[in-house]
């Protein structure tokens, strides 16, 4: 049988890594398919010693695979939002089948990118985009079908989940970790991305469309790093039983849909709390199966290869029969979106890890207690430290508390003269299904 003909834009880690599985694995990939895939065409800027492309069809220019009419699927693995954008919008108008890693590209531009595949015929797969090798998407958008999906929380970021587990576990400089993650090639180009939680959101953005069936709402994502975090942080939360992890939490309140992405306290004993270095990890809690989750490698040249690789198979599969009627690229059919509410984090509900420097006199915790209980905010646990040049660090933990009220309690204790006005806030979650 004719083999399906795949042309690579972008060879760097996710590019060599897919070459290189498809290489490898290329019999048992044609025995899946029922034909063989080829790499026909690979656009790139560079050689990249990392994989073998000898004996392919090779350009500088990455537009010639766009429009090669011998190139059935366009990989695009070159990142970035405005040259992939026209790329995947060329080839698409060229009739490619389009397979991408790329979260910004399918968060920001994914609704005019589904519309124009729709408009052409073609489809758009982007498995690898969220949480790497893990077949997240696929999870919630087939395994789970069946169910009304409650919420999805997951750490989603490896670079961000590998300095937390770093600062952690070995007490090392953040810069330091960082520099590894780049150099393992797990960072993004722009690594603010995954320090600030922009990737997270990206991906975030991705997974409460297919399990909510709404559009993609990127400028809606409530957004915090993990740049604020403390070791002191760190150590607190342990000394109450939490551990820090930087979360994307998306969750059907039943009065509309929370999407946020901030560093939160998890219980220690949670499955998730166990989850370190560059690894990922989410649970879904869907109506009929209760909570269940997925854990794995979410970055990485041949763990993202994976997801790239089976996106091609996938197509290859689907290029006997006509794809749009298999499965919807956002999970539901384009004209079944729904257009419930996105809350704003004000209208959110959790319990705070709160640290703050008093000064060391009379009446000043009374002060502090009065302020949070006038806004209907109760204290679970409270720890005073050693002081500190002159000031007490406290430590404290709330009941659930809504986030207007949290914010309205702690600009009144910001403003006494006896506070220190650099007060930490982490929110907490106890995953409880
Ligand atoms: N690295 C990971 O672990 C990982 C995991 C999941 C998803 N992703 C996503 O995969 C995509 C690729 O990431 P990566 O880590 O492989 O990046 P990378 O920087 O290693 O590779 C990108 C390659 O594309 C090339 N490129 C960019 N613009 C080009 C142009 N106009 N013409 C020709 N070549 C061009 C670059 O030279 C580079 O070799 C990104 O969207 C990223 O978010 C990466
Ligand atoms: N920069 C991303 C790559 C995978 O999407 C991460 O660290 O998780
Ligand atoms: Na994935």
């Given amino acids: ?21 498809l290489q490898r694995n290329a019999q048992e990939i044609a025995r899946r398919v029922g034909r063989p895939i080829e790499i026909a065409h690979i656009g790139a800027r560079r050689d990249n010693p ?28 070159i990142g970035g939002t405005d040259t992939a954008r026209e790329l995947v919008l060329t080839a698409i108008r060229n009739g490619k089948h389009i397979v991408t890693a790329n979260k910004a590209l399918i968060a920001e531009h ?29 999870s919630l958008g087939e395994g789970l079908a069946a169910n009304h999906i409650n919420w999805v929380a997951g750490i989603i970021n490896g670079t961000g989940n590998y300095i937390l587990t770093e600062m952690e576990q070995g007490g090392r400089a953040f810069v330091d970790v960082l520099k590894e993650a780049q150099e ?46 403390t070791i002191e942080d760190v150590k607190s939360a342990a000394q109450f039983g939490y551990r820090i992890k930087h979360l994307g939490i998306a969750r059907d309140t039943g009065n509309g849909i929370e999407l946020r992405v ?17 690894m990922n990890a989410v649970m879904i809690d869907g109506d009929a199966v209760g909570p269940t989750m997925y854990y794995g490698a979410g970055a990485g040249a041949e763990p993202t290869a994976s997801a790239v690789v089976a996106d091609i198979i996938e197509m290859g599969r ?106 930490m806030r982490i929110r907490v979650e106890t995953l409880d299904a």
């Fill in 318 to 423: 689907a290029l006997t029969v006509d794809h749009e009627e298999r499965v919807p690229y956002l999970g539901f059919h384009a004209d079944q979106m729904s257009d419930e509410r996105i809350l704003t984090i004000d209208d959110v509900s959790c319990g705070f890890y709160l640290r703050l420097h008093v000064q060391d006199k009379p009446g000043v915790l009374a002060d502090i207690t009065r302020i949070l209980s006038d806004n209907r905010i109760s204290i679970e646990a409270m720890v005073q430290k050693e002081t500190e040049e002159g000031l007490v660090p406290i430590v404290m933990m709330t009941h659930k508390v809504l986030e207007g009220d949290m914010n309205a309690a702690l600009a009144k204790i910001a403003a006494l003269d006896t506070v220190d006005k650099d007060i």
């Fill in 184 to 229: 393992l090639g797990y960072a993004e180009a722009d690594p603010t991305f995954d320090v600030e939680g922009v990737d997270a959101a990206h991906k975030l953005t991705i997974i409460a469309s297919i399990a909510f069936g709404i559009p993609l709402q990127f400028s809606k994502v409530y957004m915090e790093g993990i740049g604020r975090i």
């Fill in 110 to 138: 994914g609704n005019e990118i589904f519309h124009a595949a729709h408009e052409n015929g073609v489809d758009v797969a982007f498995e690898a985009a969220v949480a790497g090798g893990i077949p997240i998407l696929k």
């Fill in 50 to 77: 990392d994989c073998d492309i000898s004996g392919v069809r090779l350009s500088r220019d990455i537009f010639a695979v766009a429009t090669d009419p011998d190139v059935d699927i366009l990989v695009e693995l």
């Fill in 1 to 21: 049988m004719n083999p399906v003909k795949v042309g690579i834009a972008g060879l760097g880690t996710v590019g060599s890594g897919t070459v290189n599985v």
């Fill in 262 to 278: 901030h560093p939160t306290l998890i219980p220690i004993e949670t499955m998730l709390s166990a989850v370190n270095g560059v």
